[in-house]
């Protein structure tokens, strides 16, 4: 098949519904032919056709680093690099894409997960100083969705690497989806010092758009921050 035509099958097929019955029609496909695809994908206008690209791109890559770890590699690294001033890009999804497939393939994860948190921080002339901050902030919602992603699915990874500390000041950010990010993987983390500013947010009525299992919702800051400070705890 030719990879204008497969990349033709692939969108059309990430625009349905239903995520289940396309992961199952894309493991018929080449893993990496799919990949080469999927990063067309994950940064597509259509919101449905990128967040489904996401997850086709968690299960592909787990897919083909059981195959060849090195090959799971390269994308990790294609996606870092999408991130780089030096890149010319933007990396329109990336941060969500390797979160994605962190939580697919405990591999992948062990070796990358201190990059994924690196992007929250600030760079700075100490050694230990080695930030990557993200300064967008749609990217800023894509990379605390993937920490609020890994928080739910491998919560070790991220337990004493400090990201508590470094999720806080999001959570005053004057982006909605930010804010609303923030307060999902603030919840998700059990972060006891985020009660008081998930308090303040309480009365927050801007709307955020978030996905999960394969859907997209349309909840409210102070919806996420009720459910945070449920998950937190007294």
Same mark, same amino acid.
Request: charged residues 25%.
């Given at each position: 098949?030719?990879?204008?035509?497969?990349?033709? =099958?692939?969108? %059309?097929? @990430? *625009?349905?519904? &239903?995520? $289940?019955?396309?992961?199952?029609?894309? !493991?018929?496909?080449?893993?990496?032919?799919?990949?080469?695809?999927?990063?067309?994908?994950?940064?597509?206008?259509?919101?449905?056709?990128?967040?489904?690209?996401?997850s086709?791109?968690? =299960?592909?890559? %787990?897919? @083909? *680093?059981?195959? &060849?770890? $090195?090959?799971?590699?390269?994308?990790? !690294?294609?996606?870092?690099?999408?991130?780089?001033?030096?890149?010319?890009?933007?990396?329109?999804?990336?941060?969500?894409?390797?979160?994605?497939?962190?939580?697919?393939?405990?591999?992948?994860?062990?070796?990358?997960?201190?990059?994924?948190?690196?992007?929250?921080?600030?760079?700075?002339?100490?050694?230990?100083?080695?930030?990557?901050?993200?300064?967008?902030?749609?990217?800023q919602?894509?990379?605390?969705w993937?920490?609020?992603r890994?928080?739910g699915?491998?919560?070790?990874?991220?337990?004493?690497?400090?990201?508590?500390?470094?999720?806080?000041?999001?959570l005053?950010?004057p982006?909605?989806?930010?804010?609303?990010?923030?307060?999902?993987?603030?919840?998700?983390?059990?972060?006891?010092?985020?009660?008081?500013?998930?308090?303040?947010?309480?009365?927050?009525?801007?709307?955020?758009?978030?996905?999960?299992?394969?859907?997209?919702?349309?909840?409210?800051?102070?919806?996420?921050?009720?459910?945070?400070l449920?998950?937190?705890?007294?």
């Amino acid at each position: 098949m030719s990879s204008r035509r497969l990349k033709r =099958e692939v969108l %059309a097929l @990430l *625009a349905e519904p &239903d995520l $289940e019955a396309i992961l199952a029609r894309l !493991r018929q496909y080449p893993a990496k032919d799919v990949v080469n695809v999927l990063f067309s994908a994950i940064c597509h206008t259509d919101e449905l056709v990128r967040w489904h690209g996401i997850s086709a791109m968690g =299960e592909m890559v %787990a897919r @083909l *680093a059981d195959q &060849d770890m $090195e090959e799971g590699r390269i994308i990790m !690294r294609r996606l870092l690099w999408s991130l780089n001033d030096e890149s010319g890009g933007i990396g329109w999804g990336a941060p969500e894409a390797m979160a994605e497939i962190m939580v697919h393939h405990r591999g992948l994860a062990d070796e990358y997960v201190h990059m994924l948190i690196s992007y929250m921080r600030e760079d700075g002339e100490e050694i230990w100083q080695d930030g990557n901050f993200l300064e967008h902030e749609l990217l800023q919602r894509g990379l605390l969705w993937g920490i609020a992603r890994l928080a739910g699915s491998r919560p070790d990874l991220l337990a004493g690497r400090g990201v508590g500390d470094e999720i806080l000041p999001y959570l005053g950010s004057p982006d909605a989806g930010v804010r609303g990010m923030a307060a999902l993987a603030a919840g998700r983390l059990g972060l006891a010092a985020a009660r008081r500013p998930l308090q303040e947010l309480l009365a927050d009525r801007a709307e955020v758009r978030l996905y999960e299992e394969g859907r997209i919702r349309t909840l409210t800051v102070a919806g996420l921050a009720r459910d945070a400070l449920a998950a937190i705890g007294p």
